[in-house]
């Protein structure tokens, strides 16, 4: 049971090796099935999650994909968040062509290098480069202080 964000959770896995072989996925090793019992605002949900995965029983455990599976939420959060919140990119109007996969690639370079340069908060981050355009060219290489 873990507590957090105004709510209680319990989650049980359960993992199968079972189906490996039985259908024509391509590494598939074992399936999962995911249940969170979440009780919120006085009221007890539950919510089923299946997944499938290649890793083998004998490197991943039911323990090991569990917390996989929760070790997943960190890259929603230091990726997709910045992405969707910081850069906006849920509102952008460029649907043609492959610009929208050329501008998600140019995000996800500018995120790493921030990142790559100590920072934490990206938010700042962006907005320090936008008033800052000098150091952000030295942090390129292009431009030397």
Not at 121 to 130: I, M
């Amino acid at each position: 049971m873990n507590k957090g964000h105004g709510r209680r959770e319990h989650r049980q896995l359960q993992v199968s090796t079972r189906l490996a072989g039985q259908f024509d996925w391509p590494g598939l090793q074992q399936v999962c099935c995911l249940t969170r019992t979440v009780h919120r605002q006085g009221k007890w949900t539950t919510e089923i999650a299946y997944a499938i995965t290649s890793a083998p029983r004998s490197l991943a455990g039911a323990q090991h994909l569990l917390a996989w599976w929760r070790g997943h939420w960190g890259v929603e959060n230091r990726s997709h968040y910045v992405r969707d919140v910081t850069l906006q990119e849920d509102d952008c109007r460029i649907r043609g062509g492959h610009a929208p996969q050329n501008l998600a690639a140019l995000r996800n370079a500018a995120i790493a290098f921030l990142r790559l340069h100590g920072y934490t908060n990206l938010a700042a981050a962006f907005r320090a480069c936008a008033w800052k355009t000098q150091r952000l060219l030295a942090m390129l290489g292009i431009f030397k202080k």
